[in-house]
């Protein structure tokens, strides 16, 4: 089956930190990936995505390289913000597949 | 327009009541989901619609009833709920996916819903 783990949280880090989420999956196909995040008592929003190996997502400062060879698509960010606390989830989707399979989500603390 | 809305955002209901939540998208997305998320866990995904068809019913209790009116708009018909149904039902909206692309969803902001 398919699946998707992700680094216990919570995630600690001071303002201006360098922060690094890790994530690896298991897809009896050729996925695509996705990180959203979850912002206090909200939606999900998408973050960033990349459909084959080594595509690299990256929005608002965040950045994630499909890497296939370690099934990994890690978060990161050189220099996170108060406001970048949240909840993130990584997630895949397989080709012709409707179904999100989510990880279980970490969350990141920022403090000023 | 990326936006899915939900409404309402918060509901509290009794365990005889009989609600509805709604949800729109304008994206002329042809797949709708809904989700139900308990705190501190991932979304949890409950019924897909594809071409306001039902195309998946993760076994979800009867009390839950969904309706797909047209292609903009997702309904959630909830009857006679206990307490642990408390939680944050996601709506969310894509592409119909296909073998040639893959296609991210996009999530509303969710109707917070406490069962009492």
């Known amino acids: 089956g398919n699946s998707v783990t992700q680094m216990e949280g919570p995630v600690t880090l001071s303002e201006e930190a360098f922060l690094t989420i890790n994530c690896t999956y298991t897809?009896?196909?050729?996925?695509?990936l996705f990180w959203y995040v979850q912002y206090p008592g909200e939606g999900l929003q998408l973050l960033l995505k990349?459909?084959?190996?080594?595509d690299k997502g990256s929005n608002k400062g965040f950045e994630a390289t499909y890497r296939k060879e370690t099934t990994s698509f890690h978060l990161e960010k050189g220099s996170v913000q108060v406001s970048d606390s949240a909840v993130y989830f990584c997630?895949?989707?397989?080709?012709?597949?409707?179904?999100?399979?989510f990880g279980k989500g970490t969350m990141l603390l920022v403090s000023p | 327009d990326t936006e899915v809305t939900q409404t309402p955002k918060h509901l509290v209901m009794g365990m005889t009541n009989k609600k509805s939540l709604k949800c729109e998208q304008h994206?002329?997305?042809?797949?709708m989901y809904w989700y139900k998320q308990k705190a501190k866990k991932p979304p949890e995904l409950m019924f897909v619609?594809?071409?306001?068809?039902?195309?998946i019913n993760e076994s979800v209790p009867s009390r839950f009833s969904p309706e797909c009116p047209n292609s903009s708009l997702l309904n959630l018909h909830l009857h006679a709920l206990q307490p642990e149904d408390s939680a944050l039902y996601l709506c969310?909206?894509?592409?119909?996916?296909?073998?040639?692309?893959?296609?991210?969803?996009?999530f509303g902001q969710g109707t917070r819903l406490t069962v009492v």
């Open positions: 969310a909206s894509s592409h119909v996916p296909s073998l040639r692309e893959n296609t991210e969803a996009f």
């Open positions: 897809a009896t196909g050729y996925p695509s």
């Open positions: 990349a459909t084959k190996a080594d």
């Open positions: 997630a895949l989707i397989l080709s012709g597949y409707s179904t999100l399979t």
């Open positions: 994206m002329g997305h042809r797949a």
């Open positions: 619609y594809s071409y306001e068809k039902l195309s």
